[in-house]
């Protein structure tokens, strides 16, 4: 595994994609699992994470949120519901999780990495992730408005 040089934070992200990457992805979320997987797995080549790294995605209380084994190939991404997504927020918070992944610790990653700041990544323009036909779209609401 390639680790990353502490006095070049984002060496990382120069790295060219790693076609060769594949992940094992669990989807635990109201999103359809054909959406999360091409979210996941191109991701994953974006940012060169380790080959077979298992990605569970499962629903987030609140913001997405995420966590990583540093320098090793498991990540947990909480993906916030529809009324909190963000696709931009999503994508910067799997990017900190990848830098895990590829051993940089927090203070090896540039503050735009650790923070998640920035615009959404070419990669993940466009990416809709959709809610399983069977999930509730604003059921409550739409409940208290039906009385
Ligand atoms: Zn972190």
Request: one cysteine or more; aromatic letters at 6%; a positive charge.
């Amino acid at each position: 595994m390639r680790r990353i040089r502490s006095n070049t934070p984002e060496a990382w992200s120069e790295i060219p994609p790693s076609r060769g990457a594949r992940g094992r992805i669990d989807n635990r979320t109201s999103y359809r699992d054909e959406d999360v997987r091409k979210f996941v797995q191109a991701g994953l080549r974006a940012y060169g994470a380790p080959p077979n790294t298992e990605v569970t995605v499962r629903a987030a209380p609140g913001r997405t949120r995420g966590c990583a084994i540093l320098g090793g190939r498991r990540m947990v991404l909480a993906l916030a519901r529809p009324s909190k997504w963000s696709l931009r927020k999503a994508t910067l918070i799997f990017r900190h999780e990848v830098a895990h992944l590829r051993g940089a610790d927090h203070h090896e990653m540039s503050p735009d990495i650790y923070w998640s700041r920035g615009p959404v990544p070419a990669w993940a323009r466009g990416k809709k992730l959709r809610r399983k036909s069977g999930a509730h779209r604003g059921a409550s609401r739409k409940r208290k408005k039906a009385r």
